[in-house]
């Protein structure tokens, strides 16, 4: 599974760079990433410093901030208390990649995003309506995927 997540991440990489040089310049392609959970990203955490070290717009979408996970620091956090927690220790490790703003947590409550699935994906085509990106990464139980959002992306 690990080797095919790397795979998975250079071919994207290889792909996001030939797309750029033969399409469009860096600073105009915005890039949508979708999680689940604050951490997720750690699987893609090369992915996007590379993208942001080459000037893409990345926005982030969090489903939730882990309210029903465990907390690790021996403080007994749970429930709201650690979904801040979880929230705010993402965004200082995406800052430290370089992602400073465009990060949304829709808060749904973990461990209950089958109960939400309608709302949850409404909510994601507006956004990619919003913004229009010309990829969008996830990281769902399959491990991770890349769909191509540009129209005339060949």
Known sequence: M??????????????????TTAHEEKNTIRVLLVFAHPDDETWMKGTIAKLVNDGYILHLIYVTSGDKGSDRSGRGLKDGLLAKEREKKVINALGTLGVLNNINFLRFPDGELGEHTSEISKIIEIKIKQISPALV??????????EKWWPNLD
């Open 2 to 19: 690990k080797k095919i997540a790397v795979l998975i991440l250079i071919i994207n990489i290889i792909f996001i760079i030939t797309y």
């Open 137 to 146: 990464f996830t990281f769902g139980p399959g491990g991770i995927n890349v």
